[in-house]
């Protein structure tokens, strides 16, 4: 008992200490340090943050700052030192982008490829990361061979699926008579289906890695007492594995619609420009032909802003209905 007095006498005297210094507004000195060490962090997060900021602002805001501009009026390309009056114009461009019947086909075929494009990525991306996930012979030469595509120009890629699908092409002759007749990307009803697919394999790989990366946060242990409830793999794939890598499959979703309906070079390279009959011209290809090819800039600028705000409005809605089940 004896022991105990110093202790507690030693504990009183610090507790009375401590309580006056705070009463005369002394903040302890461990409090203090961390209070400065806080600071410090956000300056060096601060300082790090700034150079992407900056990059941000350069690269996308001041641009689409000046594509609002243009939109609103009447503006043409000019040699450089030659100026020229842009007359503002209000909403005659929007009014020419929204009555041309160019445009409403470009924004049909994209529908039509996000239709095919996005369910299709999401759910082949989901499949293909469940298995290379699990312990497989040969696992790490299959995730390099599904990444490949999407690191492999598209130029390239393009050769290679003109040699399958082009009009005398290898699957024309194995299919015989039976081939699509006109051919499979000159055809106005197939032409914008193979490029859905086409994007899909090339880009597959980048939506498997985003994949196989959530697949590591869900826990080994759900899986075990699932199993221990008698759930299959295919019932553990959907009561486990959909679930844990929701966050995932939002951002595969979002993603995947942002560059679909941003597509250009597909089209452009696989129909010679959108063909056949404009069956698969896409809106950032048609904004190329008419401000850079055809000399209207103001109408291009419109119509980039229209398929912006087309963007966002999709990928709100699919991001909604992505997390509806949290």
């Known amino acids: 008992m004896t022991n105990l007095r110093p202790t507690a006498t030693a504990t009183a005297t ?12 002394v903040r302890p000195q461990g409090e203090g340090a961390a209070t400065r060490h806080g ?26 700052v000046y594509t609002l501009w243009i939109s609103v009026h009447r503006f043409y390309f000019t040699a450089p030192g030659t ?3 842009s007359p503002w114009v209000g ?5 020419d982008v929204f009555t041309d019947p160019v445009v409403g086909r470009a924004f049909l075929n994209i529908a039509v490829f996000l239709v095919i494009n996005v ?10 990361a469940s298995a290379l996930n699990a312990k497989i012979r040969f696992r790490a030469f299959f995730r390099a061979a599904y990444y ?3 690191i492999t120009a598209s130029v390239a890629l393009v050769a290679v699926w003109q040699f399958l699908f082009g009009t005398d092409g290898f699957v024309n002759n194995l299919l015989g008579p039976h ?14 289906p193979m490029i859905a697919v086409f994007v899909t394999w090339k880009q597959l790989g980048f939506f498997v890695m985003l994949y196989l990366a959530a697949l590591q946060n869900v826990g080994k242990e759900l899986y075990e007492a699932a199993s221990v409830d008698g759930a299959g793999r295919v019932r553990q794939f959907f009561a486990v594995t959909v679930p844990g890598v929701r966050p995932a499959t939002t951002l595969v979703l979002i993603y995947a619609i942002i560059t679909g ?11 010679g420009g959108g063909g056949p009959d404009h069956a698969s011209t896409s809106p950032v290809l048609l904004m190329y032909q008419k401000g850079i090819e055809q000399g209207h800039p103001d109408f291009a600028a419109a119509l980039g802003v229209v398929l912006v705000g087309f963007v966002l409005l999709i990928s709100l809605a699919a991001r909604k209905i992505s997390e509806r089940g949290n």
């Open 14 to 25: 610090a507790t009375a200490t401590a309580t006056a210094g705070v009463a005369s507004g």
């Open 91 to 95: 909403l005659s461009n929007y009014r």
């Open 39 to 64: 600071r410090a962090r956000s300056r060096t997060g601060a300082l790090f943050v700034t150079p992407y900021v900056l990059f941000l602002l350069v690269v996308f805001a001041v641009p689409m």
């Open 261 to 271: 309906a941003n597509l250009f070079s597909e089209p452009y390279l696989l129909t």
């Open 179 to 192: 081939a699509p007749d006109p051919s499979w990307l000159v055809n106005s009803h197939l032409a914008m």
């Open 119 to 128: 369910p299709l990525t999401v759910i082949l991306a989901l499949v293909l």
């Open 148 to 150: 490949l595509p999407y």
């Open 83 to 85: 100026d020229i009056d």
